[in-house]
């Protein structure tokens, strides 16, 4: 399930 939090983190970065 930590694998999830890591990716939401990695859309936010491409967001930006």
Do not use: G, N
């Amino acid at each position: 399930k930590f694998e999830e939090r890591k990716i939401e983190r990695e859309r936010d970065v491409i967001l930006r």
